[in-house]
């Protein structure tokens, strides 16, 4: 027996988490992918070489750069679509993005530059 009442929640639903999940998966995935690879394999060519410093920049991509991209072109999808639950949770993704560069990132940004003044 399924939770939903009908089929059409059911769809509802898994438009929503699809468009709120997908981006930050995606974002959060390639950021974890690329920091597992720096810190699991300690050897003389990732260390200290561009390997290392291109790994790292594909760590900050994905969290500041893929996830909000995702989001937004899911968001303009399901627009140009009409799928009303998709945009929603697209809009959702969105705005926890937001949220998390205002409690995570911007209070980086503060304590650095305080910190060298």
Same mark, same amino acid.
């Given at each position: 027996?399924?939770?939903?009442?009908?089929?059409?929640?059911?769809?509802?639903?898994?438009? *929503?988490?699809?468009?709120? %999940? @997908?981006? =930050?998966?995606?974002?959060?995935?390639?950021?974890?992918?690329? /920091? +597992?690879?720096?810190?699991?394999?300690?050897?003389?060519?990732?260390?200290?070489? *561009?390997?290392?410093?291109? %790994? @790292?920049? =594909?760590?900050?991509?994905?969290?500041?750069?893929?996830?909000? /991209? +995702?989001?937004?072109?899911?968001?303009?999808?399901?627009?140009?679509?009409?799928?009303?639950?998709?945009?929603?949770?697209?809009?959702?993704?969105?705005?926890?993005?937001?949220?998390?560069?205002? /409690?995570?990132?911007?209070?980086?940004?503060?304590?650095?530059?305080?910190?060298?003044?």
């Amino acid at each position: 027996m399924s939770i939903f009442l009908s089929s059409r929640a059911k769809e509802n639903a898994k438009g *929503f988490w699809y468009g709120l %999940l @997908f981006p =930050i998966v995606v974002g959060l995935g390639t950021s974890f992918l690329s /920091l +597992f690879v720096v810190l699991r394999f300690d050897t003389s060519i990732i260390r200290d070489s *561009f390997v290392e410093d291109v %790994l @790292f920049a =594909i760590n900050l991509l994905g969290i500041m750069v893929i996830w909000p /991209l +995702f989001a937004h072109r899911l968001f303009s999808r399901a627009k140009k679509l009409g799928k009303k639950p998709l945009r929603d949770g697209s809009r959702m993704s969105i705005k926890l993005y937001v949220f998390f560069l205002l /409690l995570v990132v911007l209070p980086q940004i503060i304590f650095s530059v305080l910190e060298n003044v």
